[in-house]
């Protein structure tokens, strides 16, 4: 009798599943995951195989809207991909609360937890229902297949949102007739 590996593949990951516990609540269906696939850039680049094992190790997280996933100061070391919904993302300036970005479903965020300060930069608030996956820094460790492709795609991820930060700053600096200084 001939064995298929990909049957192999499967019971190998299904042990290994049964040795790092995995989270309750996640169960994808063929069609998400290949959504995931194709629409979240933290995720690129990986093969159906290490993508299906990365899924394993997340958490799956229900936000009702107006929740709050984590708060500005908080201690973190996980990120989240927003499956669906929509959440903002707060910057609290005195007495005002400040949305810096609404993030929709296939992005990410939490991600400086993995990369940079442990300290939360913002406030995350759900604005709709929504539902994300939790991704462990020590999970994600773990797998250093996936590990390296997840660091790469957040690297990504924090240059564009500093491109776009970057055209900010110089819009509102024109917009007020400032002068940003000296070039570093």
Same mark, same amino acid.
């Given at each position: =009798?001939?064995?298929?590996?990909?049957?192999?593949?499967?019971?190998? $990951?299904?042990?290994?599943?049964?040795? @790092?516990?995995?989270?309750?609540? #996640?169960?994808? +269906?063929?069609?998400?995951?290949?959504?995931?696939?194709?629409?979240? *850039?933290?995720?690129?680049?990986?093969?159906? +195989?290490?993508?299906?094992?990365?899924?394993?190790?997340?958490?799956?997280?229900?936000? *009702?809207?107006? $929740?709050?996933?984590?708060?500005?100061?908080?201690?973190?070391?996980?990120?989240?991909? #927003? @499956?669906?919904?929509?959440?903002?993302?707060? *910057?609290?300036?005195?007495?005002?609360?400040?949305?810096?970005? *609404?993030?929709?479903?296939? $992005?990410?965020?939490?991600? =400086?937890? #993995?990369?940079?300060?442990?300290?939360?930069?913002?406030?995350?608030?759900? #604005? &709709?229902?929504?539902?994300?996956?939790?991704?462990?820094?020590? &999970?994600?460790?773990?797998?250093?297949?996936?590990?390296?492709?997840?660091?790469?795609?957040?690297?990504?991820?924090?240059?564009?949102?500093? +491109?776009?930060?970057?055209?900010?700053?110089?819009?509102?600096?024109?917009?007020?007739?400032? +002068?940003?200084?000296?070039?570093?």
């Amino acid at each position: =009798m001939k064995v298929d590996p990909a049957v192999v593949k499967i019971f190998a $990951e299904n042990v290994r599943a049964d040795i @790092i516990q995995r989270p309750a609540g #996640l169960n994808l +269906d063929a069609a998400i995951v290949q959504k995931i696939a194709n629409k979240v *850039k933290i995720f690129q680049g990986m093969t159906h +195989d290490c993508l299906m094992s990365t899924l394993a190790m997340a958490e799956h997280m229900p936000h *009702k809207a107006g $929740e709050v996933v984590f708060n500005e100061g908080d201690i973190g070391s996980s990120f989240h991909v #927003l @499956i669906s919904g929509e959440i903002a993302i707060e *910057k609290q300036r005195g007495d005002r609360v400040v949305t810096l970005a *609404k993030i929709n479903a296939g $992005e990410c965020f939490g991600e =400086m937890a #993995l990369v940079g300060n442990p300290l939360r930069t913002a406030t995350v608030r759900a #604005l &709709r229902d929504s539902v994300t996956m939790r991704f462990d820094r020590e &999970r994600v460790d773990a797998y250093a297949d996936s590990a390296r492709i997840i660091y790469r795609n957040i690297a990504r991820v924090l240059a564009a949102r500093l +491109d776009t930060s970057s055209e900010m700053l110089a819009d509102l600096v024109v917009r007020t007739g400032g +002068d940003a200084g000296p070039a570093p």
